[in-house]
């Protein structure tokens, strides 16, 4: 049956008070004015019959567009190549770009897609596409993926089910939960640009200690609880429903098992240099932990790879850091035994196209791409797809957004063919119909 994110409203006063999630309207405010709630009732619903999360989802965003022949494509010595050079793997046959050495160590983790063809050169509609699997369409309000994947894999109740770390969000609002409702907004972090007294891009959130007593904090949060039930029984719009999330989610960030998984001090000195001391590094230890702690779907973003310009000297720059994160993540993950059932995602709006323009730079190229897949069951070492020499066109196997995303959601062992109730009123499945998974991927 298809759910109606209008059923997370229908709550008894008993029911609101037994799910009480919220805080202080300041530690709701902080996380973001009722703009990224996260609690569900349908989740919580799904946890009281005994649903557990059997799956999570890391997804490293590289926004901008990163160049393939950077990266996991390099075309050395032939045509467009540049003066990028390539580097063995651990897996026979496979190579990557020079600025990747230590993620060619964990290879026998990592699954490459070397044919993503799309239509879409735009980075707003690029982004969008790569979030969704779909094209913008008129009113259909589509959720983004880690809206969705959190919503079918049902988190503990006192877990935000999506986060975002350092999401800036330049081509437009591509983390929407859309159709789902507020519930399943990210938890934002990192992504205002605050500079805490250690001089690094802040990963913690705001307000997470109780600056009172118990009993009296208590008695306020009965208060605010009163307020806005009273508020949202007058008003019950999305605004008020987001405002009321937002403080359910607050109150249960400061009790719940997810405030200790922001504290990245907790690990050892050796393992953050592992990381890496960038933002970039930082946020994939965050990433691990939150996890580690149950979160369903983290999406962790690297800026700067829209290289029209300098591309070389740019891409050796965001791979020094990209290396170190990425790598140590995923050896991290399998050392802890987590890669089994983590799917970490790496991947961008689009490619860069192989000739090279006038400034040294790469432009935007959608034509032919790669990503990369790794853990929950995804065969280690492999390589999908092929381009041509030159990189312009893809030659064998070429994949879609949507298989793509329906590849995804088969490793995280979703049903493709399960319907939610969209705002228009039509039930929409997660994957279109005729839409397959990468065969390749699946064994």
Not at 258 to 275: C, G, H, I, K, T
Not at 335 to 345: A, M, P
Request: hydrophobic share 35%.
């Amino acid at each position: 049956m298809a759910n109606h994110p209008a059923a997370a409203t229908r709550l008894t006063r008993r029911q609101w008070l037994g799910r009480s999630a919220g805080g202080t309207l300041a530690t709701s405010l902080a996380f973001g004015a009722g703009a990224s709630p996260w609690f569900s009732a349908l989740a919580a619903d799904a946890n009281a019959a005994g649903a557990e999360r059997p799956f999570s989802c890391i997804l490293l965003w590289m926004s901008g567009g990163p160049s393939q022949l950077e990266t996991l494509d390099p075309k050395p010595g032939k045509e467009n190549g540049g003066p990028t050079q390539a580097i063995a793997t651990a897996t026979p046959g496979m190579q990557l770009a020079e600025h990747l050495p230590k993620l060619a160590q964990q290879s026998k983790h990592i699954a490459l897609i070397r044919s993503m063809s799309t239509k879409e050169g735009d980075h707003q509609r690029g982004t969008f596409v790569a979030h969704t699997g779909r094209v913008p369409q008129g009113p259909v309000d589509y959720p983004t993926l880690g809206a969705f994947v959190s919503h079918e894999l049902s988190p503990p109740d006192d877990l935000p089910p999506f986060v975002s770390i350092n999401s800036q969000q330049f081509f437009g609002d591509y983390l929407s939960s859309g159709f789902l409702g507020p519930e399943f907004s990210p938890l934002s972090v990192g992504g205002n640009g605050y500079v805490g007294d250690n001089g690094q891009v802040s990963l913690s959130v705001a307000n997470l200690d109780r600056q009172v007593e118990q009993p009296v904090f208590d008695r306020r949060w009965q208060l605010l609880q009163a307020q806005q039930e009273s508020f949202a029984a007058d008003r019950p719009d999305l605004s008020v429903r987001a405002q009321l999330s937002a403080s359910e989610r607050a109150k249960r960030m400061m009790e719940g098992r997810a405030r200790a998984a922001f504290n990245l001090d907790d690990e050892p000195q050796a393992l953050r240099d592992s990381y890496g001391a960038t933002a970039f590094g930082r946020s994939c230890l965050l990433a691990r932990r939150l996890v580690e702690a149950g979160v369903p779907f983290v999406e962790v973003n690297l800026n700067g790879w829209d290289t029209h310009n300098d591309n070389f000297n740019q891409c050796k720059t965001l791979c020094g850091q990209l290396d170190a994160g990425w790598a140590t993540l995923i050896d991290d993950l399998s050392q802890r035994g987590l890669l089994e059932r983590t799917l970490v995602v790496w991947m961008g709006e689009f490619g860069r196209t192989p000739q090279i323009n006038g400034g040294n730079g790469r432009d935007h190229y959608p034509r032919a791409w790669s990503t990369a897949l790794a853990g929950a069951g995804v065969p280690g070492g492999a390589i999908v797809g092929r381009t041509s020499d030159d990189g312009e066109t893809v030659e064998d196997r070429p994949v879609s957004a949507p298989e793509l995303i329906a590849t995804i959601c088969a490793r995280l062992r979703l049903n493709l063919k399960k319907q939610n109730m969209s705002n228009v009123g039509r039930p929409i499945r997660l994957v279109d119909p005729g839409v397959e998974p990468v065969k390749e991927l699946l064994s």
